[in-house]
């Protein structure tokens, strides 16, 4: 499909917006990835279950968060999304259109569309490549003329909060950390994407730096009327930046909800464990002890029923025996207050409704730093 151009600072989108702003631009159906192992002398033959059959939706317009500990899979449903490596199973729709299907949407299509900054700002970026070029190849290579490209390239610069006449030229070991991250911005930006993934794109920053880039963020969005799916550690950014979290643990989705309505309400045990870990000021907001105790399980041989419940001080037989699935919304529910947990503690239709809940709410009180 020809990219059509207008104006030659911006690169308009090869997909138009067909759903309008109730469809929603990103689902994922059923994601799947399992990595196969090769038998050694210290290991046999297995299966790691990186991401387990994940769903979800994303707004025009939102931020989605994504959290939970090293090895949940948060990177790897990234890369999925991205197609940089291929699911085993799971559907993308992209506003209405399934991706990769015979008569859905092109991969090349959907990735003008959908762009990704990584965490290494360093190792994204070939070394070989100016400012300039980095971020001109792109349109270059989408049938952009190189004067054109350069004219979008400059005028990205500029919105990324860097002058084009000082920085065009130079290459990336000339740059700071910050430097190469707003660059890698604006080389995912010359496509003019609708969804842009983060994948921990502030982690490698100082706290200085990585507010002008959270703030860069949150301006670019608001200008370029973008979608973001952030993927982060730490839960002060995401609770600063996004309208929605998922909590992830082993390759599934446990919790997702209104950033401001899982902060304040968890509603699974894992939740409110990574929660209580956010550091704090305040003094009566302290913890002596560690809120979770444990290492995640091996993901080549998961636990049976809840995944969390090996490391869950309130789980009960029910949770070994049987595996919990995301509640379901009451009808009507509109859904930027839709808030589901895959708990036992917390669906009813296992009848254990109401065991534990007070004690999660006490375990978690006074963890939002306001």
């Given at each position: 499909?020809?990219?059509?151009?207008?104006?030659?600072?911006?690169?308009?989108?090869?997909?138009?917006?067909?759903?309008?702003?109730?469809?929603?631009?990103?689902?994922?159906?059923?994601?799947?990835?399992?990595?196969?192992?090769?038998?050694?002398?210290?290991?046999?033959?297995?299966?790691?279950?990186?991401?387990?059959?994940?769903?979800?939706?994303?707004?025009?317009?939102?931020?989605?968060?994504?959290?939970?500990?090293?090895?949940?899979?948060?990177?790897?449903?990234?890369?999925?999304?991205?197609?940089?490596?291929?699911?085993?199973?799971?559907?993308?729709?992209?506003?209405?259109?399934?991706?990769?299907?015979?008569?859905?949407?092109?991969?090349?299509?959907?990735?003008?569309?959908?762009?990704?900054?990584?965490?290494?700002?360093?190792?994204?970026?070939?070394?070989?490549?100016?400012?300039?070029?980095?971020?001109?190849?792109?349109?270059?290579?989408?049938?952009?003329?190189?004067?054109?490209?350069?004219?979008?390239?400059?005028?990205?610069?500029?919105?990324?909060?860097?002058?084009?006449?000082?920085?065009?030229?130079?290459?990336?070991?000339?740059?700071?950390?910050?430097?190469?991250?707003?660059?890698?911005?604006?080389?995912?930006?010359?496509?003019?994407?609708?969804?842009?993934?983060?994948?921990?794109?502030?982690?490698?920053?100082?706290?200085?730096?990585?507010?002008?880039v959270l703030n860069l963020l949150m301006e670019l969005k608001h200008s370029l009327r973008l979608t973001y799916l952030f993927i982060?550690?730490?839960?002060?950014?995401?609770?600063?930046?996004?309208?929605?979290?998922?909590?992830?643990?082993?390759?599934?989705?446990?919790?997702?909800?209104?950033?401001?309505?899982?902060?304040?309400?968890?509603?699974?045990?894992?939740?409110?464990?990574?929660?209580?870990?956010?550091?704090?000021?305040?003094?009566?907001?302290?913890?002596?002890?560690?809120?979770?105790?444990?290492?995640?399980?091996?993901?080549?041989?998961?636990?049976?029923?809840?995944?969390?419940?090996?490391?869950?001080?309130?789980?009960?037989?029910?949770?070994?025996?049987?595996?919990?699935?995301?509640?379901?919304?009451?009808?009507?529910?509109?859904?930027?207050?839709?808030?589901?947990?895959?708990?036992?503690?917390?669906?009813?239709?296992?009848?254990?409704?109401?065991?534990?809940?007070?004690?999660?709410?006490?375990?978690?009180?006074?963890?939002?730093?306001?």
């Amino acid at each position: 499909m020809k990219v059509i151009t207008t104006n030659p600072a911006v690169l308009q989108p090869s997909v138009e917006d067909r759903g309008g702003p109730a469809q929603p631009l990103l689902i994922v159906d059923g994601l799947r990835k399992y990595f196969s192992l090769k038998p050694s002398l210290l290991s046999k033959s297995g299966v790691v279950r990186a991401v387990d059959g994940v769903r979800f939706t994303v707004a025009k317009g939102e931020t989605v968060g994504i959290v939970g500990e090293s090895g949940c899979g948060k990177s790897t449903t990234a890369r999925l999304i991205m197609g940089l490596i291929d699911a085993d199973e799971g559907e993308l729709v992209l506003d209405g259109d399934p991706v990769g299907a015979r008569n859905g949407l092109d991969w090349d299509v959907y990735r003008r569309q959908v762009q990704m900054v990584f965490q290494d700002s360093h190792a994204s970026l070939n070394p070989r490549l100016s400012v300039e070029d980095t971020i001109a190849f792109g349109p270059i290579s989408n049938g952009i003329s190189r004067n054109v490209a350069l004219s979008i390239t400059h005028d990205l610069l500029n919105k990324v909060g860097l002058d084009a006449s000082t920085f065009g030229r130079r290459f990336p070991h000339e740059l700071s950390g910050g430097q190469r991250q707003r660059v890698n911005i604006a080389r995912a930006l010359a496509m003019n994407p609708k969804l842009l993934i983060l994948d921990e794109a502030v982690s490698a920053l100082d706290k200085s730096v990585e507010a002008q880039v959270l703030n860069l963020l949150m301006e670019l969005k608001h200008s370029l009327r973008l979608t973001y799916l952030f993927i982060s550690h730490d839960l002060n950014v995401v609770y600063y930046l996004c309208d929605r979290v998922l909590v992830m643990y082993l390759g599934e989705v446990v919790e997702s909800g209104p950033v401001e309505e899982l902060y304040r309400n968890p509603k699974h045990p894992y939740t409110s464990a990574l929660l209580a870990s956010m550091p704090t000021a305040q003094r009566n907001a302290r913890r002596r002890e560690a809120p979770l105790q444990g290492d995640p399980p091996n993901p080549i041989n998961p636990p049976t029923g809840c995944r969390f419940h090996t490391r869950c001080a309130f789980a009960e037989s029910v949770c070994a025996s049987s595996r919990p699935m995301l509640s379901t919304p009451t009808a009507g529910t509109p859904d930027q207050d839709r808030h589901s947990v895959a708990c036992h503690i917390h669906n009813p239709a296992s009848g254990h409704s109401h065991a534990g809940s007070d004690r999660i709410v006490l375990w978690t009180s006074g963890h939002v730093n306001n």
